[in-house]
């Protein structure tokens, strides 16, 4: 089974701070994604990476910043926190293969700034 | 961008009912998934199924992609069932856009 590890579950940061979130698959996985989830407006894709060191911008970049500098490992980086980036944070990876393949998540971070 | 649309928002079962839920897609799509997310937020594939029928116990679903719909069925429901179910669709690009669910409530 696939494996897609986030390194908290919940998380409290002050406004201002620099947070890292943290996400591992075990899977030798090419595709990483960075979402946020949010009453009202659903999954939103923030970024994603098609190979190591390689990123692209999603649907709501604005605030983060990403890392991956080993295949199995893609940070999501809060440069400096503020209230509205107070959110559930979903992690996906999958294979990229020669045709689509399916997207696995991580159990989540719900991340709180105060 | 691509449009995913799930119905019916929200659905109230009694345990032992079946279900049927829908997703319709507004162009083709070269990834579909169904995922169940649980009271604790976890967010759990059910199904990738861009085309053709899948069965995993209880669950079943159809994709039928000329017609740009896919339908999710639940059989003989338990409380454990309860939750939010998304469809997600990936149309030539790495990105998954996702309806805005169904909140299913399996009743005792």
């Known amino acids: 089974d696939v494996k897609v590890t986030q390194s908290s579950r919940y998380l409290v940061k002050r406004t201002g701070e620099k947070v890292f979130l943290e996400c591992v698959q075990d899977?030798?996985?090419?595709?990483m994604f960075w979402y946020r989830q949010d009453p009202g407006l659903g999954l939103r894709l923030i970024y994603f990476?098609?190979?190591?060191?390689?990123?692209e911008k999603g649907d709501i970049p604005e605030g983060y910043s990403v890392s991956r500098e080993k295949k199995e490992r893609f940070s999501l980086i809060l440069e400096s926190a503020s209230t509205n980036q107070t959110s559930m944070y979903l992690c996906?990876?999958?294979?990229?293969?020669?045709?689509?393949?399916?997207?696995?998540f991580g159990d989540g971070t719900r991340l709180s700034i105060l | 961008g691509i449009q995913v649309e799930q119905s019916p928002p929200d659905l109230i079962l009694q345990e032992g009912a079946n279900s049927t839920l829908r997703c319709n897609f507004s162009d083709s799509v070269n990834n579909l998934q169904w995922f169940h997310q649980n009271p604790w937020g976890q967010l759990i594939n059910l199904f990738y199924?861009?085309?053709g029928t899948k069965q995993n116990g209880r669950l079943s679903a159809t994709t039928v992609a000329t017609e740009r719909y896919s339908l999710l069925y639940i059989s003989s429901s338990q409380t454990t069932d309860s939750g939010v179910y998304f469809c997600?669709?990936?149309?030539?690009?790495?990105?998954?856009?996702f309806g805005k669910g169904t909140k299913l409530s399996v009743i005792p």
């Open positions: 899977m030798d996985h090419e595709n």
């Open positions: 997600a669709v990936e149309a030539g690009s790495y990105q998954l856009t």
């Open positions: 199924i861009p085309s």
């Open positions: 990476s098609y190979d190591v060191k390689m990123k």
């Open positions: 996906a990876s999958r294979h990229s293969g020669g045709s689509n393949q399916p997207q696995h």
